[in-house]
């Protein structure tokens, strides 16, 4: 701070000194403002000195500074809007490192991946020269492989045909910059951007907008926005004064009730009218009391205009609208506008409407829909700003606000209802009144109701209590009786009752007792040792519709959580392999019973036979359609034999002397589909004929003796040689092996010793090769033994002609029975006692085919309506049609019948297509065509 002083008695001469050494305000700061400068100055000057002393700062590493902001990656896509949305996100980051065009190239081609990076590959292949590319081309050909022309006009037309329709500015202003880049050209200048997005506007926007200048395009948004927020504001206001004029002018709600749909023509006409019975409550705090009644507006017989309906109704006591005298409409009505009581019930007014051609096809609760808005639109005048109430008997139509996927037609509808104080309540055609009264339903009879005060009401409401005329109030409790016997029983037990006394003593750790005398082990309660009880626990858990037979650890996991005894986790595991459903429905997972059991190893050559039968094979020009399979036990030589499927037993039995009989003996034993040697050789031998016809051509049966002497002179890793080395002593001469052996020099008894030691190498060598197959296959298997008088189930396996969703009965039961043991057949086999309706199965079964039952049935098992099959099997087969639908394609109609099948119940029935089940099943439609013609009469 500068004081200046000037003294008032001094001279004109002292008074001029002063002045010369106490300088003015301004010189001072202006003096003060020339050393600002100089300081400023010098400090500029070392700060250049500075930077002139220090080395320059590295260059910067832009491809780092560009991964560190994630670009995006791209490899291919089917969406070609993704493809664009990735190189403009990608131009994004470019222009936010400040790249140059070269360095944009070269970063974007290294976000490539998979195709597009082969593409990029092959594009700087094509340039001719090595010239670089520039950003310009790497976009317009990277556009021009990713991004179609179709597809950029699409979306240019999209742009054009924009408008804000049901959205909020704010959402039409995110669509408007997103569809804006693939139109450039119209929005080029800030000028056509505003007047695009001002044509999108709606009408209530637009016209308020459309008369101010906005000197860019983000002031008319915002002016937008806050002009949307004003409209919405009156909008709300507008609806809470016309509420707030309702409830002063009328203490009653106005209420719509619509009834089910009455189709106007009969049979064969081209179109029907809708006619839903509608019930109006128009009432009024007039000086007419409280005598007011259900008034039933119920549609007209025929389709009519509305001078019909008012010729109609001129046989009928008509009530004006608008002020409720009789005699004459609302249109012709002298007194003012308003909604009057309507006294004694009469009618108000009739509506209905013809459908529309495409309304033909729209569902039930679209049509439920339309009724109510149609009802909005013609009587918008009386009820608009006034609380109304719409009763339906489609129950589905009280959920429509709430109803979260809508079709296009329904929000269409629902905005219109929204503009209208209403609720939607559910109203059955014919009410159980103790019903109504025990679900407390919010409906009341407004006929009795109205004469009490209208606070009463008002309360009734609050409380959503009902009124009904007849009927009693009553209430349903559900309340679990289990515990109450458990309580009963725990007093009379003597486990819980020494529970207690150690208790007492403070042994029982864990257990306390609560006020009404229950034993508890924590939160578990203490069930007595009463066997009745805990069956009946256990039957809750494990047999209801609640528990679906569940395992025992997920049973014992369950309980444990309420109910503690002693071996509970063992009684709970008996509990459930004692029950019948589980053994019959449940698959075993475990290992296959019975062990491998070899057949016995022969003595001889030929004493001992395989037999079997390959068939389905293409029919030959000589008829031969199969082949028989002969094969020797102990030296593996088979012969090969065509035949046909239509042989009978005389012509086979020739073919068995000439080729078997004549050249080895009559054998002692003969295995048929026992034994997997001669499986075996059938798949050998189906591998050889396939080389054939593909190496050589013809018919199979044409190389069927190439195939049999090749089998037979060919080594055998079970024997270590040939079959024809094991039974002649030597390989048959081939090209390939020509030598010849000379005369043998033994005679006699050598050769019969010769043979025999032959024979004894090769049945050592089986013996190895069987135990090491048995070895190999016991691995995989368990042993499983029966002893007589055992019960076991049978397992079964269901067939169906028609497959049931291109599967085979999958919730057929997979084991029938139980049957007992009656004595054991072989090592792996047992008899079974089979009921007479499977008297014409065998009754031995392999073990693997049989599952222990550990209950004792108390009476003979019966197999029930199953019909089982030789092999084990049975058919599902369907028993009635329950139901028929068609399903229109573009081109046909193809009918489906739903298909009740045996052993199954209809909950159980299925959809099935009806030229399949009439080509399988033709007798089902022969019965449904009777019944039908039955039910015509």
Same mark, same amino acid.
């Given at each position: 701070?500068?004081?200046?002083?000037?003294?008032?008695?001094?001279?004109?001469?002292?008074?001029?000194?002063?002045?010369?050494?106490?300088?003015?305000?301004?010189?001072?700061?202006?003096?003060?403002?020339?050393?600002?400068?100089?300081?400023?100055?010098?400090?500029?000057?070392?700060?250049?000195?500075?930077?002139?002393?220090?080395?320059?700062?590295?260059?910067?590493?832009?491809?780092?500074?560009?991964?560190?902001?994630?670009?995006?990656?791209?490899?291919?896509?089917?969406?070609?809007?993704?493809?664009?949305?990735?190189?403009?996100?990608?131009?994004?980051?470019?222009?936010?490192?400040?790249?140059?065009?070269?360095?944009?190239?070269?970063?974007?081609?290294?976000?490539?991946?998979?195709?597009?990076?082969?593409?990029?590959?092959?594009?700087?292949?094509?340039?001719?020269?090595?010239?670089?590319?520039?950003?310009?081309?790497?976009?317009?050909?990277?556009?021009?492989?990713?991004?179609? +022309?179709?597809? $950029?006009?699409?979306?240019? *037309?999209? /742009?054009?045909?924009? &408008?804000? @329709?049901? !959205?909020?500015?704010?959402?039409?202003?995110?669509?408007?910059?997103?569809?804006?880049?693939?139109?450039?050209?119209?929005?080029?200048?800030?000028?056509?951007?505003?007047?695009?997005?001002?044509?999108?506007?709606?009408?209530?926007?637009?016209?308020?907008?459309?008369?101010?200048?906005?000197?860019?395009?983000?002031?008319?948004?915002?002016?937008?926005?806050?002009?949307?927020?004003?409209?919405?504001?009156?909008?709300?206001?507008?609806?809470?004064?016309?509420?707030?004029?309702?409830?002063?002018?009328?203490?009653?709600?106005?209420?719509?009730?619509?009834?089910?749909?009455?189709?106007?023509?009969?049979?064969?006409? +081209?179109?029907? $009218?809708?006619?839903?019975? *509608?019930? /109006?409550?128009?009432? &009024?705090? @007039?000086? !007419?009391?409280?005598?007011?009644?259900?008034?039933?507006?119920?549609?007209?017989?025929?389709?009519?205009?509305?001078?019909?309906?008012?010729?109609?109704?001129?046989?009928?006591?008509?009530?004006?609208?608008?002020?409720?005298?009789?005699?004459?409409?609302?249109?012709?009505?002298?007194?003012?506008?308003?909604?009057?009581?309507?006294?004694?019930?009469?009618?108000?007014?009739?509506?209905?409407?013809?459908?529309?051609?495409?309304?033909?096809?729209?569902?039930?609760?679209?049509?439920?829909?339309?009724?109510?808005?149609?009802?909005?639109?013609?009587?918008?005048?009386?009820?608009?700003?006034?609380?109304?109430?719409?009763?339906?008997?489609?129950?589905?139509?009280?959920?429509? /606000?709430?109803?979260?996927?809508?079709?296009? !037609?329904?929000?269409?509808?629902?905005?219109?209802?929204?503009?209208?104080?209403?609720?939607?309540?559910?109203?059955?055609?014919?009410?159980?009144?103790?019903?109504?009264?025990?679900?407390?339903?919010?409906?009341?009879?407004?006929?009795?109701?109205?004469?009490?005060?209208?606070?009463?009401?008002?309360?009734?409401?609050?409380?959503?209590?009902?009124?009904?005329?007849?009927?009693?109030?009553?209430?349903?409790?559900?309340?679990?009786?289990?515990?109450?016997?458990?309580?009963?029983?725990?007093?009379?037990?003597?486990?819980?009752?020494?529970?207690?006394?150690?208790?007492?003593?403070?042994?029982?750790?864990?257990?306390?007792?609560?006020?009404?005398?229950?034993?508890?082990?924590?939160?578990?309660?203490?069930?007595?040792?009463?066997?009745?009880?805990?069956?009946?626990?256990?039957?809750?858990?494990?047999?209801?519709?609640?528990?679906?037979?569940?395992?025992?650890?997920?049973?014992?996991?369950?309980?444990?959580?309420?109910?503690?005894?002693?071996?509970?986790?063992?009684?709970?595991?008996?509990?459930?392999?004692?029950?019948?459903?589980?053994?019959?429905?449940?698959?075993?997972?475990?290992?296959?019973?019975?062990?491998?059991?070899?057949?016995?190893?022969?003595?001889?050559?030929?004493?001992?036979?395989?037999?079997?039968?390959?068939?389905?094979?293409?029919?030959?020009?000589?008829?031969?359609?199969?082949?028989?399979?002969?094969?020797?036990?102990?030296?593996?030589?088979?012969?090969?034999?065509?035949?046909?499927?239509?042989?009978?037993?005389?012509?086979?039995?020739?073919?068995?002397?000439?080729?078997?009989?004549?050249?080895?003996?009559?054998?002692?034993?003969?295995?048929?589909?026992?034994?997997?040697?001669?499986?075996?050789?059938?798949?050998?031998?189906?591998?050889?004929?396939?080389?054939?016809?593909?190496?050589?051509?013809?018919?199979?049966?044409?190389?069927?003796?190439?195939?049999?002497?090749?089998?037979?002179?060919?080594?055998?890793?079970?024997?270590?040689?040939?079959?024809?080395?094991?039974?002649?002593?030597?390989?048959?001469?081939?090209?390939?092996?020509?030598?010849?052996?000379?005369?043998?020099?033994?005679?006699?008894?050598?050769?019969?010793?010769?043979?025999?030691?032959?024979?004894?190498?090769?049945?050592?060598?089986?013996?190895?090769?069987?135990?090491?197959?048995?070895?190999?296959?016991?691995?995989?298997?368990?042993?499983?033994?029966?002893?007589?008088?055992?019960?076991?189930?049978?397992?079964?396996?269901?067939?169906?002609?028609?497959?049931?969703?291109?599967?085979?009965?999958?919730?057929?039961?997979?084991?029938?029975?139980?049957?007992?043991?009656?004595?054991?057949?072989?090592?792996?086999?047992?008899?079974?006692?089979?009921?007479?309706?499977?008297?014409?199965?065998?009754?031995?079964?392999?073990?693997?085919?049989?599952?222990?039952?550990?209950?004792?049935?108390?009476?003979?098992?019966?197999?029930?309506?199953?019909?089982?099959?030789?092999?084990?099997?049975?058919?599902?087969?369907?028993?009635?049609?329950?139901?028929?639908?068609?399903?229109?394609?573009?081109?046909?109609?193809?009918?489906?019948?739903?298909?009740?099948?045996?052993?199954?119940?209809?909950?159980?029935?299925?959809?099935?297509?009806?030229?399949?089940?009439?080509?399988?099943?033709?007798?089902?439609?022969?019965?449904?065509?009777?019944?039908?013609?039955?039910?015509?009469?």
């Amino acid at each position: 701070m500068v004081n200046t002083r000037t003294g008032t008695g001094s001279g004109s001469g002292s008074g001029a000194n002063n002045n010369e050494e106490n300088p003015t305000l301004a010189q001072i700061l202006a003096q003060q403002t020339q050393l600002i400068n100089l300081l400023v100055q010098q400090a500029q000057n070392q700060q250049a000195n500075n930077q002139n002393q220090n080395p320059p700062p590295p260059p910067q590493n832009k491809l780092a500074d560009f991964l560190r902001v994630r670009p995006p990656t791209f490899s291919s896509t089917t969406n070609p809007v993704e493809a664009g949305d990735w190189l403009h996100a990608v131009e994004k980051k470019l222009d936010l490192i400040q790249c140059t065009k070269q360095e944009k190239v070269s970063f974007a081609s290294h976000q490539l991946h998979g195709p597009a990076a082969e593409w990029w590959d092959h594009f700087r292949q094509g340039r001719a020269g090595g010239e670089p590319i520039t950003w310009q081309e790497f976009t317009a050909a990277f556009k021009k492989t990713h991004i179609p +022309s179709g597809v $950029v006009a699409l979306k240019k *037309r999209e /742009f054009r045909a924009l &408008n804000q @329709g049901s !959205r909020s500015v704010t959402e039409y202003l995110h669509d408007f910059n997103r569809l804006a880049r693939y139109a450039p050209e119209d929005v080029r200048t800030d000028e056509e951007r505003q007047e695009k997005f001002l044509e999108g506007l709606n009408d209530e926007l637009s016209y308020a907008l459309m008369s101010m200048d906005f000197r860019d395009f983000q002031q008319l948004v915002d002016k937008a926005i806050r002009q949307e927020d004003k409209y919405n504001r009156m909008e709300q206001k507008k609806r809470r004064a016309a509420q707030f004029k309702a409830q002063q002018g009328s203490n009653q709600r106005p209420r719509l009730v619509t009834g089910p749909q009455v189709p106007s023509y009969p049979q064969g006409g +081209s179109s029907s $009218v809708v006619r839903p019975q *509608r019930q /109006f409550y128009n009432n &009024n705090t @007039g000086n !007419r009391g409280n005598d007011n009644r259900n008034v039933v507006v119920r549609p007209a017989a025929t389709p009519v205009q509305n001078q019909h309906v008012r010729k109609e109704q001129g046989s009928k006591p008509v009530i004006c609208f608008n002020c409720g005298d009789p005699g004459h409409y609302a249109d012709k009505c002298p007194e003012p506008r308003r909604v009057k009581n309507v006294p004694e019930g009469k009618v108000v007014a009739y509506a209905s409407r013809q459908l529309r051609p495409h309304e033909n096809n729209y569902p039930t609760h679209d049509l439920e829909l339309a009724a109510v808005v149609h009802a909005l639109k013609i009587w918008r005048h009386y009820l608009y700003g006034n609380r109304t109430e719409v009763y339906t008997d489609h129950k589905s139509l009280k959920y429509i /606000f709430t109803q979260p996927d809508l079709n296009m !037609r329904q929000r269409r509808w629902l905005e219109l209802i929204k503009d209208y104080d209403m609720e939607i309540h559910y109203h059955p055609g014919k009410a159980n009144v103790v019903a109504d009264a025990l679900s407390r339903k919010s409906y009341c009879n407004v006929s009795e109701g109205r004469c009490l005060p209208w606070e009463l009401c008002q309360e009734f409401e609050r409380l959503n209590l009902g009124i009904v005329s007849k009927g009693f109030v009553a209430a349903l409790e559900a309340k679990p009786t289990l515990f109450d016997q458990i309580r009963e029983a725990q007093v009379n037990d003597p486990d819980i009752q020494e529970i207690k006394k150690n208790m007492r003593r403070g042994k029982a750790i864990g257990f306390v007792e609560d006020e009404q005398g229950i034993v508890w082990l924590g939160e578990r309660i203490c069930v007595p040792e009463n066997k009745g009880l805990k069956d009946t626990i256990m039957k809750e858990a494990h047999e209801t519709l609640y528990s679906i037979h569940p395992g025992s650890t997920k049973m014992y996991q369950d309980l444990k959580q309420q109910f503690w005894w002693a071996s509970m986790r063992r009684e709970i595991a008996e509990y459930v392999a004692l029950c019948d459903v589980c053994q019959r429905v449940k698959a075993e997972h475990q290992k296959p019973a019975g062990l491998l059991q070899p057949l016995k190893i022969p003595e001889w050559k030929w004493e001992e036979i395989g037999m079997d039968f390959i068939t389905g094979l293409p029919r030959t020009s000589a008829g031969h359609d199969s082949i028989w399979v002969v094969v020797d036990r102990l030296t593996k030589v088979a012969h090969f034999i065509p035949v046909k499927t239509t042989y009978m037993g005389h012509k086979l039995a020739e073919l068995y002397m000439a080729r078997v009989v004549c050249l080895h003996g009559v054998p002692k034993k003969i295995v048929s589909d026992r034994d997997g040697q001669t499986e075996r050789v059938n798949q050998i031998l189906e591998d050889m004929l396939r080389a054939c016809v593909l190496d050589f051509g013809g018919s199979w049966d044409k190389n069927l003796p190439y195939a049999e002497f090749s089998y037979n002179n060919s080594y055998q890793a079970s024997l270590q040689m040939s079959p024809n080395e094991a039974l002649y002593g030597r390989k048959c001469r081939t090209p390939l092996l020509w030598d010849q052996t000379g005369e043998r020099q033994v005679f006699g008894t050598d050769i019969l010793r010769e043979a025999e030691e032959k024979v004894k190498i090769i049945q050592e060598r089986l013996r190895v090769a069987q135990s090491r197959q048995k070895s190999y296959a016991d691995n995989r298997r368990r042993d499983l033994v029966f002893e007589e008088g055992d019960y076991v189930y049978l397992r079964v396996t269901p067939l169906r002609g028609v497959h049931r969703f291109q599967t085979k009965g999958k919730l057929a039961p997979r084991f029938v029975g139980p049957f007992k043991i009656v004595s054991r057949r072989g090592e792996v086999a047992y008899q079974l006692e089979l009921p007479p309706s499977m008297a014409g199965i065998h009754d031995v079964f392999h073990v693997s085919q049989l599952k222990k039952c550990l209950r004792v049935p108390t009476e003979e098992a019966d197999p029930g309506r199953i019909e089982l099959q030789e092999d084990l099997t049975y058919v599902e087969k369907p028993v009635r049609i329950l139901e028929v639908s068609e399903r229109k394609t573009r081109n046909r109609v193809i009918r489906f019948c739903k298909v009740q099948w045996s052993n199954h119940s209809e909950e159980e029935a299925t959809w099935e297509r009806e030229d399949e089940l009439k080509s399988a099943h033709p007798h089902l439609f022969v019965s449904s065509s009777e019944s039908r013609g039955r039910d015509s009469v």
